[in-house]
């Protein structure tokens, strides 16, 4: 979380604290989000951690002291809004919907409602802006009274597009804080001001003015407008913001996606029939009925019945688990064949699904989100230039005239507009993000870049980010492949659909097997071509083909045995394939300097020759892992003091992407591991991972590279400003060149090339 939890005021150690999280909207920058905090900590009875990242307050507050209305508005009274969030992995959340919209959905509408705003005061100051610039730097467009015109355009964007930075800057200052927003407004607002007192009190309203060259600075007759600084200032600020907010994650949404994969209702065994109701309504001890291809309802004990159970949700892994009378299922799995009775042992907020998504929330709140570089700077950076500018004034009064002085100290906050520091991070973020969206790697935010420079542990998923995360022949040892398969066409276990998939023309109508008959745990039996096939588990001796099997079992792949005639004829070999190309990622992720790990539900034998196949240490592999196991073990590594980069797929990878420091999502993935995620690697390729890295790596040192510039042009020509060498039209050109810079050098990210 954001900032450090206060002592209670008020309360004892032993008063019942009750929590609550609340969506905050209208934070700007981390400084906001510290500001929120201190305010609610003062609250008697009130312990709060706010998070700019995900936009959300967590509070543990004495319903005697206080209460959720009493805290919104203290949020609100600090300039921002905040809802209070219902918990959404209870099992309201597969309730009849109200009427009403809920806290989430008014956070996600008022989030919305904002993006649109500022997309709209965007475009509008662009289109305003731009002329003014044109007619402002080219002398021969400069009509009669084009000056007047121009300042109707610049006023109607510093009132209109300025809006957001200027209450966000007077909201700053009633709380005695200065951020980004203070330093829009007082650059744009000097340039402004100064441009409309040389137009009714200088000479630059006068009809057929022109903008002339002066580097005198003791000028005293004030005819320079800096109209378009303010527009385009405005303008390129509000791109970047509108940007910024756009790619802000939101974790609502992941864990939307996440509850979505839940059954919505279930047939209850009552009186001997069954009774379609929805899953709000189950309760524990409840005996429902699960047909293949449903949705087991919910966490439960199997009373009847056997099947193969697809748990990749909750395990990662392709291969399905065969369930018998006893045995634990999970609710949201998948049933791929045999019908089941199951009794409800947990059900709602109890639920492995309801836990999964708590883990994210959790993980995801925890995520402290990094101070810019720029808002701690302006802490001190802005009363500073104010001081410079009110010093010069006085001092430049002692020795000379007005005119000079307030020249004079009106080009020390021209030079100090921060048009530069403004552009630095948007414009870099910008280019970088656009080029990596060209190579199919998305990157979320500017926190994440600061991310991908510290880390030097990375922890991969086995299923589906290392292998293929399908099921696949590597290997037939007998003369069984055709007859396997033409069993196999009439079984839906993905198993089956591997050796069918080897053997396509098996299934052709002259090929078709009889008498088909399966037996849930053992396999399946047909006749073909007279001959009675069996598919399956391999039992008793394994005469001529002992070592075929303890190789296949050894690799971690599935061995298949198939009867002929009741007599061992084969050897399949089915396994999740490692991808060509995971090999060369692990490789140039160790170039990175990262250190790979390798993580799998899956058995030890599959984790250990994925991990020998790929370059990874055998000591750096675990093995039959489960969500939360995957979370702790990431905790462990960031207890040792790494930071660690985490890769998956999965909905069971979820918890431990948002957990990590740097969360690293395949694009065939699910949409909960996505967005739990902090970049997602769209073409499914290990190696994007490393290309990704690479590119927020440079993306920041871009990033820093325009700030050290944006800042030093200041450094070096504030003081020059100040003793009365600078006129402010000159001012004024120092920052647009600035601006230029640091634009040109964001550009060349676009020529970014991936190693993959």
């Known amino acids: 979380m954001a900032g450090t939890v206060q002592h209670l005021k008020g309360a004892s150690p032993m008063s019942n604290l009750v929590h609550l999280d609340l969506g905050v909207t209208g934070m700007t920058c981390a400084s906001c989000s510290s500001r929120i905090e201190r305010k609610l900590n003062k609250v008697d009875g009130v312990k709060a951690s706010v998070n700019y990242a995900t936009e959300s307050a967590s509070v543990d507050y004495d319903p005697a002291a206080t209460n959720p209305d009493s805290l919104v508005e203290v949020v609100r009274g600090a300039g921002y809004d905040a809802f209070p969030v219902a918990d ?34 965007t475009v509008v100051s662009a289109l305003l802006s731009v002329p003014v610039m044109a007619v402002s730097m080219i002398p021969a467009w400069q009509f009669m009274n084009w000056q007047w015109a121009a300042t109707i355009l610049a006023t109607i964007v510093f009132v209109f597009g300025g809006a957001p930075f200027h209450k966000a800057t007077w909201a700053n200052l009633r709380h005695g804080a200065f951020t980004m927003d203070t330093l829009i407004t007082m650059g744009t607002s000097a340039a402004y001001f100064w441009s409309l007192y040389a137009l009714f009190f200088g000479h630059a309203g ?11 600075s003791n000028d005293a007759h004030m005819d320079h407008i800096y109209l378009e600084s303010v527009g385009m200032i405005i303008t390129f600020l509000l791109l970047g913001r509108w940007f910024e907010l756009k790619a802000k994650g939101q974790s609502s949404a992941a864990l939307r996606s996440l509850l979505d994969l839940g059954a919505k209702d279930a047939s209850l065994l009552r009186g001997g029939s069954e009774v379609r109701v929805p899953i709000s ?15 087991i309802a919910t966490d439960g004990i199997v009373l009847a019945g056997a099947s193969a159970v697809d748990e990749s949700m909750l395990t990662g892994e392709s291969v399905p688990v065969e369930v018998k009378e006893g045995d634990k299922v999970t609710g949201a799995t998948l049933n791929t064949s045999g019908r089941l009775e199951v009794r409800a042992t947990q059900v709602g907020s109890d639920t492995t699904l309801a836990h999964i998504a708590k883990l994210v929330t959790a993980a995801q709140s925890g995520k402290a989100p990094v101070q810019k ?20 004034l006085v001092v430049h009064l002692f020795f000379g005239g007005l005119a000079p002085a307030f020249v004079a100290a009106v080009a020390v906050l021209i030079i100090a507009c921060p048009c530069a520091m403004g552009l630095a991070t948007p414009t870099a973020i910008l280019v970088g993000t656009g080029r990596g969206a060209q190579l199919g790697l998305l990157i979320k935010g500017p926190e994440i870049l600061e991310s991908t420079k510290r880390v030097d542990t990375i922890v991969m998923d086995k299923t589906g980010t290392v292998t293929e995360g399908t099921m696949s022949v590597a290997a037939v040892h007998g003369p069984v492949l055709e007859a396997a398969a033409a069993v196999e066409a009439g079984s839906e276990h993905p198993i089956a659909k591997a050796i069918v998939a080897a053997c396509p023309e098996a299934a052709r109508p002259g090929h078709a097997a009889q008498d088909f008959t399966s037996q849930a745990g053992t396999g399946v039996e047909a006749t073909v071509n007279g001959q009675r096939v069996r598919v399956g588990r391999a039992e008793g001796t394994l005469d001529g083909f002992q070592q075929a099997f303890s190789a296949t079992e050894a690799a971690g792949g599935t061995a298949v045995a198939v009867y002929i005639d009741d007599k061992l004829t084969g050897i399949i070999d089915v396994r999740d394939r490692v991808k060509d190309t995971s090999a060369d990622a692990v490789a140039q992720l160790r170039e990175l300097g990262l250190d790979p790990y390798l993580l799998t539900g899956d058995n030890a034998g599959a984790a250990q020759a994925v991990a ?8 750096q592999v675990a093995a039959g892992v489960l969500p939360q196991d995957k979370v702790d073990f990431i905790k462990h590594l960031q207890a040792l003091g790494r930071n660690v980069a985490m890769v998956g797929d999965g909905i069971n990878d979820a918890a431990a992407l948002a957990q990590a420091d740097l969360g690293l999502a395949m694009g065939a993935g699910t949409d909960v591991a996505i967005e739990a995620s902090d970049i997602t690697l769209m073409n499914n390729d290990l190696r994007s991972a490393g290309d990704a890295i690479r590119l927020s790596r440079r993306t920041l040192r871009t990033i820093k590279g325009n700030l050290f510039w944006a800042f030093a042009y200041n450094v070096v020509l504030i003081p020059v400003a100040a003793i009365g060498l ?28 991936p190693r993959s």
């Not at 009403?100 to 008014?106: D, G």
């Not at 309504?281 to 949705?295: A, I, M, N, S, W």
């Open 612 to 619: 020998s196949a790929v370059g990874i240490d055998a000591s």
């Open 88 to 121: 959404n992995t209870a099992t309201e959340h597969n309730a009849e919907v109200d009427a009403e919209p809920s806290a989430a959905e008014k956070v996600d509408a008022a989030r919305t409602a904002e993006s649109r705003d500022l997309g709209r005061r």
């Open 281 to 295: 309504q189950l309760q524990v001890g409840d005996v429902f009925v699960v047909r293949p291809g449903e949705k």
């Open 206 to 216: 006068m009809p057929g003015m022109k903008m002339h060259m002066s580097f005198a």
């Open 726 to 753: 600078l006129n402010p039209l000159f001012a004024g050109l120092a920052m647009a060149l600035s601006s230029v810079f640091v634009v040109s050098n964001s550009l060349r990210l676009r020529g970014f090339r």
């Open 373 to 392: 570089l720029v808002d701690r700077i302006a802490q001190v950076f802005v009363p500073i230039v104010i001081a410079v500018s009110a010093l010069t």
